[in-house]
């Protein structure tokens, strides 16, 4: 028989004691040291009885708990089938697995979670659900020209929605648009009132809890009545926070973007972050950083849905250097993530044209830049 170390177990130190997580089963062991002393000799196939010097009883236990796996069994196999995970990594496999829920997950009522919350609100008050910059420059914004949101099918804006990546550099966003724009996506369009707790926002996009952990980070480079900057969208107040004043070097914006070039000929970026206390609050597992991604997916397409009734060209990304986007915007990662973003713009001539011909029957395609980005120059 031969035996060796779990590919999807994951080993820790807490407080001096080597841990082993097992994703698969949910559940923690605390290793011994004749444990800890064998696992060296399993990191690759290897025969049991070469290793039987330290007690085949322990062995079996490590098997029995998944820790060793056996060649040719269900665990073996079961880690073998890994498919596209084999290639994202470890990391990505054992999160998925750890907030998979098990057949015999155990989920608390609404009413046994509002009561746990009103327990805890003296210990542990509710984050506020609007950030805001007190020493910044606040621009307030105008409330926006709905005449084409109201005025615009929603089966023709449905079926007019395309990614554009040509964009009309030249061309400004109107400052119209893009307070409509940031209106719709991220502003309260009603406020609800939970006896015991602060007043909750409801917006266009859905968010678990009303909690609402995104914010929105405009970076201005091209929009017809606003200073070229940095922003915050104070989404109670409509307004923009100044953050970095100062045309930002489009080139900056291709770096930040994993150096997609169309990303800067946009009028202008809104970027996308969460708040992770104001999610925490509530949901005390970690399943609950995959619907930061769901809020994501559900602010990006109102942005399409509204970005195109409004004559706009609209993109998503998520092909971007975190870091130095963090950077830019004074984030602390351990509070603040930054998710992904929407480029905005103007489309180029002949992209607006291409994308008018399809929808009256005209080829179908993609919306390529035709840069060294894509690969298409040959």
Same mark, same amino acid.
């Given at each position: 028989m031969r035996l060796r170390v779990s590919r999807l177990c994951v080993f820790f130190w807490r407080n001096g004691q080597l841990v082993c997580d097992d994703p698969v089963r949910h559940r923690q062991l605390a290793l011994s040291s004749g444990a800890r002393r064998l696992l060296h000799r399993f990191a690759d196939w290897t025969d049991a009885e070469s290793a039987e010097d330290t007690g085949s009883s322990l062995i079996r236990q490590l098997v029995e708990r998944g820790v060793l796996v056996e060649e040719g069994s269900a665990e073996h196999l079961f880690e073998e089938r890994r498919g596209p995970w084999a290639q994202w990594g470890t990391a990505a496999t054992y999160y998925h697995l750890a907030s998979r829920n098990l057949h015999d997950e155990k989920f608390a009522s609404a009413a046994e979670d509002t009561a746990w919350l009103r327990e805890s609100l003296p210990d542990r008050p509710q984050p506020s659900a609007v950030?805001?910059?007190p020493d910044a420059e606040r621009i307030l914004l105008p409330r926006g020209d709905d005449t084409l949101l109201t005025d615009t099918d929603l089966a023709h804006v449905l079926r007019t929605r395309r990614s554009t990546r040509r964009f009309d550099a030249g061309r400004p966003v109107t400052e119209g648009q893009l307070a409509s724009l940031l209106r719709w996506v991220g502003g309260p369009l009603h406020e609800v009132r939970p006896e015991g707790f602060q007043p909750a926002m409801l917006k266009a996009s859905?968010?678990?809890?009303?909690?609402?952990?995104?914010?929105?980070?405009?970076?201005? =480079?091209? @929009?017809?009545? /606003?200073?070229?900057?940095i922003y915050h969208y104070h989404s109670a107040a409509h307004a923009l926070e100044a953050l970095t004043p100062g045309a930002v070097d489009r080139q900056r914006i291709v770096e930040?973007?994993?150096?997609?070039?169309?990303?800067?000929? *946009?009028? @202008?970026l809104l970027l996308y972050t969460a708040v992770?206390?104001? *999610?925490?609050?509530?949901?005390?597992?970690?399943? /609950?950083?995959? *619907?930061?991604? +769901?809020?994501?997916?559900?602010?990006s397409q109102t942005a399409y849905l509204v970005g195109t009734? =409004?004559?706009?060209? +609209?993109?998503?990304?998520?092909? *971007?250097?975190?870091?130095?986007?963090?950077?830019?915007?004074? =984030?602390?990662?351990?509070?603040?993530?930054?998710?992904?973003?929407?480029? @905005?713009g103007i489309p180029a001539e002949d992209e607006a044209d291409r994308q008018r011909a399809m929808l009256s029957g005209g080829p179908t395609g993609f919306s390529f830049a035709r840069d060294a980005w894509d690969g298409r120059d040959a």
């Amino acid at each position: 028989m031969r035996l060796r170390v779990s590919r999807l177990c994951v080993f820790f130190w807490r407080n001096g004691q080597l841990v082993c997580d097992d994703p698969v089963r949910h559940r923690q062991l605390a290793l011994s040291s004749g444990a800890r002393r064998l696992l060296h000799r399993f990191a690759d196939w290897t025969d049991a009885e070469s290793a039987e010097d330290t007690g085949s009883s322990l062995i079996r236990q490590l098997v029995e708990r998944g820790v060793l796996v056996e060649e040719g069994s269900a665990e073996h196999l079961f880690e073998e089938r890994r498919g596209p995970w084999a290639q994202w990594g470890t990391a990505a496999t054992y999160y998925h697995l750890a907030s998979r829920n098990l057949h015999d997950e155990k989920f608390a009522s609404a009413a046994e979670d509002t009561a746990w919350l009103r327990e805890s609100l003296p210990d542990r008050p509710q984050p506020s659900a609007v950030k805001e910059y007190p020493d910044a420059e606040r621009i307030l914004l105008p409330r926006g020209d709905d005449t084409l949101l109201t005025d615009t099918d929603l089966a023709h804006v449905l079926r007019t929605r395309r990614s554009t990546r040509r964009f009309d550099a030249g061309r400004p966003v109107t400052e119209g648009q893009l307070a409509s724009l940031l209106r719709w996506v991220g502003g309260p369009l009603h406020e609800v009132r939970p006896e015991g707790f602060q007043p909750a926002m409801l917006k266009a996009s859905p968010s678990p809890g009303a909690l609402h952990a995104l914010e929105i980070y405009p970076v201005v =480079l091209n @929009v017809e009545g /606003v200073a070229p900057g940095i922003y915050h969208y104070h989404s109670a107040a409509h307004a923009l926070e100044a953050l970095t004043p100062g045309a930002v070097d489009r080139q900056r914006i291709v770096e930040w973007c994993g150096d997609q070039t169309y990303l800067g000929d *946009t009028g @202008v970026l809104l970027l996308y972050t969460a708040v992770l206390e104001r *999610t925490a609050w509530k949901y005390r597992t970690g399943r /609950v950083y995959r *619907t930061l991604f +769901m809020e994501l997916g559900h602010f990006s397409q109102t942005a399409y849905l509204v970005g195109t009734a =409004l004559g706009l060209g +609209m993109l998503f990304t998520a092909a *971007t250097r975190d870091a130095a986007i963090e950077d830019a915007l004074g =984030l602390d990662w351990t509070k603040e993530i930054l998710l992904g973003l929407n480029g @905005v713009g103007i489309p180029a001539e002949d992209e607006a044209d291409r994308q008018r011909a399809m929808l009256s029957g005209g080829p179908t395609g993609f919306s390529f830049a035709r840069d060294a980005w894509d690969g298409r120059d040959a």
